[in-house]
């Protein structure tokens, strides 16, 4: 199997090259050229390994110039019990809510309680095993924009990995105080946390130029070092996430919820746009979907394009209680754009240039179409974020973060509106912990005024009696060791400057 750039169809490479690059050249994504099928006779395979199990036989048919040992190597050390609370990494929990059997993917068992940690607690594997196939002896610098979560994420994945530098970069304002807190007390001596003054959008676009901007490559290239991302816009970020929404499927099915070769419906809480693409792959690849329903917050950008075909970024950007999904610029959706073109370079190349020089562009008749048949596309409100948390909280005692609410509150109002009842699997992106003062909040129906972190998760899991996941539980007593504030126009200074490059 081989990938192609979004933007350039004469850019082939293989899947080391596109995880080792991260980015392609052009500045397009890297897909893969086909889509492997599972049919019922591969789903009955699958229903009877375990998480692993299925996710190396999944990771197997894309990477095809990894061997199966590699591969095996990759996720035995990233999805252990030890790291992820179990030996499922990714288990769904029901719940009654309004009488609706809710199924709840937890996606927030790992190590920095985020479902970034899915696919970066086994990105690094398989980033030093494709530099070793393809950049001999070069060192990967890893560049991530963050809005919370993928930083912590990235920077616990990788500290200490060999070969590799990591640099995070986070909107000063844009993150929660334990998101915040989380980062600046990584370990490791190949870490650097930098926050910048603006938003999410600005520092994604600033690591994008550092990527592009050949003046900074070359200088690296120079001294033996190599960029890569650890950006949902690198293709071994969005692998392992099809895995569970596979992996869910067959767990479905398992507990008699659906049968095999029945549909599911799919909620996701999006920003960027990768974990539901993730899940339109697992679609691709043949597993039954009816649809994908695309939840947002205020920021409802994607909720627009869905329901018109236009995406138009220009437009307050609103600090949300959901700050993961604070974002304008949803990067993967040129993957689904150029997939749903027929694979139409010049067309995505066309809609990108217009998105970068007029933050708009209008899609096709066919590709708008295909959008609306597959997605639906709902947003909610702050007040309905907290009212959602509260009445889950009251009526079904089950505690949601700000981000999981946003997905069961627009999966609520799509209920009411097409009375679909397909069993629906809603991914839960975060542990409530993450965002205890909107939380705490929600629950005792009025602000929280304290300004202790760590106060509000006492007094939470006080209230709710909900343990504090261990690993942020062990940043209490923690100090902060990053603190660096600069402008987006400073960004490459910055990164050559940690390098030791000037
Ligand atoms: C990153 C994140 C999201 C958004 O996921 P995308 O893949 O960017 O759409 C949602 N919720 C949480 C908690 C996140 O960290």
Request: charged residues 20%; hydrophobic residues 35%; aromatic residues 8%.
């Amino acid at each position: 199997m081989m990938y192609t750039s979004t933007q350039n169809n004469n850019e082939s490479v293989s899947s080391a090259q596109a995880i080792a690059q991260g980015i392609s050249r052009d500045g397009g994504l890297f897909v893969p050229d086909t889509f492997p099928k599972y049919d019922g006779v591969t789903f009955e395979t699958l229903l009877k390994l375990d998480y692993r199990e299925r996710a190396k036989k999944i990771l197997s048919d894309y990477l095809t110039d990894f061997t199966a040992e590699e591969i095996a190597d990759c996720v035995d050390k990233a999805y252990t019990a030890e790291k992820f609370g179990s030996d499922n990494p990714a288990p769904i929990v029901s719940v009654d809510y309004k009488n609706t059997e809710l199924n709840i993917l937890e996606l927030w068992h790992g190590p920095t309680c985020a479902f970034k940690d899915m696919a970066l607690q086994i990105l690094p594997h398989l980033l030093t095993k494709s530099l070793k196939k393809t950049a001999d002896g070069k060192k990967a610098v890893i560049l991530v924009a963050t809005s919370g979560d993928t930083g912590k994420a990235a920077l616990e994945g990788f500290k200490d990995v060999e070969n590799t530098e990591i640099i995070v970069f986070y909107p000063s304002d844009g993150v929660s105080p334990m998101q915040k807190h989380q980062m600046n007390t990584t370990g490791g001596n190949n870490v650097g946390v930098c926050a910048i003054k603006g938003n999410f959008d600005d520092a994604q676009t600033g690591v994008k130029n550092i990527f592009t901007t050949d003046e900074v490559i070359d200088s690296l290239e120079k001294n033996g070092l190599m960029f890569s991302s650890a950006n949902s816009i690198n293709w071994g970020r969005l692998l392992p996430q099809i895995v569970y929404y596979v992996s869910a499927y067959c767990d479905m099915v398992n507990a008699g919820k659906i049968k095999l070769g029945d549909k599911i419906n799919i909620v996701v809480p999006t920003g960027n746009f990768g974990n539901i693409l993730a899940a339109y792959f697992a679609y691709s690849m043949g597993m039954p979907v009816n649809k994908l329903i695309c939840a947002s917050n205020s920021n409802n950008v994607l909720t627009d394009f869905i329901n018109s075909g236009v995406y138009n970024k220009n437009r307050d950007f609103i600090t949300t209680v959901s700050p993961s999904m604070d974002i304008l610029v949803s990067s993967n959706l040129e993957r689904l754009l150029y997939i749903l073109s027929g694979r139409n370079d010049a067309e995505t190349k066309k809609y990108m240039t217009a998105l970068k020089t007029q933050g708009e562009y209008a899609v096709s008749e066919n590709i708008k179409n295909v959008v609306t048949e597959m997605f639906s596309g709902g947003y909610c409100s702050e007040d309905e974020t907290l009212d959602t948390i509260a009445s889950l909280y009251e009526n079904s005692n089950y505690l949601c973060d700000t981000h999981t609410a946003v997905a069961v509150n627009v999966y609520d109002k799509y209920l009411s509106e097409t009375g679909d009842n397909t069993p629906a699997v809603i991914a839960s992106t975060a542990s409530p912990y993450k965002f205890s003062r909107a939380v705490l909040s929600a629950v005792e129906g009025q602000e929280v005024t304290d300004t202790d972190e760590f106060a509000i998760v006492d007094r939470m899991n006080d209230k709710t009696g909900v343990a504090i996941p261990a690993p942020l539980e062990a940043t209490r007593t923690m100090d902060d060791r990053f603190s660096d504030v600069i402008d987006p126009a400073d960004m490459p200074q910055y990164v050559l400057s940690s390098l030791g490059l000037k």
